[in-house]
C-alpha cells in the first residue's frame, strides 16, 4: 500500500509518499514546498494571499499522490496552525478548494509521533528528545512507555528569527537574548537539567548536521562546544556566514543561526555535553501510529475517523 503523508509546517508543506507492507515501510517520494506562514502572517491571522499558497502547495501534493497512485493521502498541521486567529478559516478554505480535511495535532501528540519515529531508530531506553520546527519546538522526556513529560514551544527556527534578529545573521547579544529566551520558557514549563544527550529532529537540527558534515567536517554527534563556536563564528562574521549559508542551505539561510541558537539554549539548561541528529520525526511517527491501527483490524482507529481519505 502507498500512504502519502503531507506535514503542513511553519517552513514547509512537505510530502512523503511511503510503500508499507506488513508493518514495514519506506519513503518513495519526498518534495517540500515552503509554507511561507511566518512572512504571511499579518497581526495573528494568516492572510489570504498565505492561504491560497497554501492551497497551491496542496493541490501540487495532490498531483503528485495521484501520479504515484497512493492508497491513501493523510494530512496534519502542526505549529503552523497553532498560533494562528483565522486556523479555522484556513481549515475551511483547504477543504472548500481541495477537499483535504486537514488534521490540527496538538503539542502532545507531536510529541508522542516524534517519540515513535526516535524510537525506530535509537536504542535509547531514556533520555531527552527535541523536535525543532519553524513554528514551535517540542520537548519530551522519555523512557520506554513513551513521552513521560512533554511541551510545546513557540521557539521554532523562523519564528525566533522573525522575533530576535534584525538582520540576516543574528549578532552576538542577538544569540545570548535567543539561548535565555529558550532557558526561561523551559524552566517555566517545569523542566530541568537530566542526564545523557539530546536526541534532535526537524529540519534545522538536521540542517545543521549537514552543514557540520559537510564543511566543518564534523562528523557523528555534536557538543555543545562545538555548536558554541559556530554561533561564535557567524556571530563575527556574518557577511561571510550568510554566504556560505546561501550556498549549502540555502532554504535555511536566515533561520539556521537562530534554530542552532535553540539548540544550544536547550542543551545548555539541560547540562548536554553532545546532541545526536536522527533523520526521522514526526511524519514517521505519525505512519508508524497509522499502521499500528490498521494492524488492529476491526474498527476502523481514531485517526482514520478523524482524518479520513482526501482523495487518490
Given at each position: 500500500m502507498r500512504i502519502g503523508i503531507i506535514d503542513f509546517g511553519t517552513n514547509t508543506l512537505r510530502l512523503d509518499i511511503f510503500e508499507t507492507e506488513e508493518g514495514a515501510y519506506r519513503s518513495i517520494y519526498d518534495n517540500a514546498i515552503f509554507s511561507r506562514i511566518i512572512e504571511n502572517t499579518e497581526g495573528a491571522s494568516l492572510s489570504q494571499d498565505g492561504i491560497e499558497h497554501v492551497i497551491q502547495a496542496i493541490e501540487e501534493h495532490q498531483s503528485a499522490c495521484r501520479h504515484y497512485r497512493c492508497d491513501r493521502v493523510e494530512c496534519f498541521a502542526t505549529a503552523s496552525l497553532r498560533y494562528i486567529d483565522n486556523a479555522e478559516s484556513v481549515l475551511e478554505q483547504v477543504e472548500f478548494r481541495t477537499g483535504v480535511k486537514i488534521k490540527m495535532i496538538s503539542g502532545n501528540e507531536e510529541a508522542e509521533y516524534d517519540f515513535r519515529a526516535l524510537k525506530s531508530v535509537s536504542k535509547a531506553q531514556s533520555g531527552v528528545g527535541c523536535d525543532l520546527g519553524g513554528g514551535s519546538m517540542q520537548l519530551f522526556v522519555f523512557d520506554e512507555k513513551g513521552p513521560a513529560k512533554s511541551a510545546s514551544f513557540p521557539l521554532g527556527?523562523?519564528?525566533?528569527?522573525k522575533q530576535f534578529v534584525s538582520?540576516?545573521?543574528?549578532?552576538?547579544?542577538?544569540?545570548?537574548?535567543?539561548?535565555?529566551e529558550v532557558k526561561k520558557q523551559l524552566s517555566d514549563a517545569g523542566f530541568s537539567p537530566a542526564n545523557g544527550s539530546l536526541s534532535a529532529m526537524g529540519g534545522t537540527a538536521k540542517a545543521v548536521k549537514r552543514l557540520f558534515g559537510s564543511v566543518l567536517k564534523i562528523e557523528g554527534a555534536i557538543s555543545?562546544?562545538?555548536?558554541?563556536?559556530?554561533?561564535?563564528?557567524?556571530?563575527?562574521?556574518?557577511?561571510?556566514?550568510?554566504?556560505?549559508?546561501?550556498?549549502v542551505e540555502p532554504k535555511r539561510a536566515r533561520t539556521l543561526?537562530?534554530?542552532?541558537?535553540?539548540?544550544?539554549?536547550?542543551?545548555?539548561?539541560?547540562?548536554?555535553?553532545?546532541?545526536?541528529?536522527y533523520s526521522v520525526g514526526v511524519r514517521e511517527g505519525f505512519l508508524e501510529k497509522i499502521l499500528e491501527e490498521d494492524k488492529g483490524g476491526g474498527e476502523p482507529g481514531l485517526l482514520d475517523i478523524i482524518l479520513g481519505s482526501i482523495g487518490k
Open positions: 527556527s523562523s519564528r525566533i528569527a538582520g540576516a545573521i543574528p549578532t552576538a547579544s542577538e544569540i545570548e537574548n535567543i539561548k535565555n555543545v562546544s562545538e555548536l558554541s563556536g559556530f554561533l561564535k563564528a557567524a556571530a563575527e562574521a556574518p557577511e561571510e556566514t550568510l554566504e556560505l549559508l546561501e550556498d543561526v537562530p534554530g542552532a541558537a535553540v539548540l544550544a539554549g536547550i542543551m545548555e539548561f539541560m547540562g548536554f555535553g553532545k546532541m545526536e541528529v
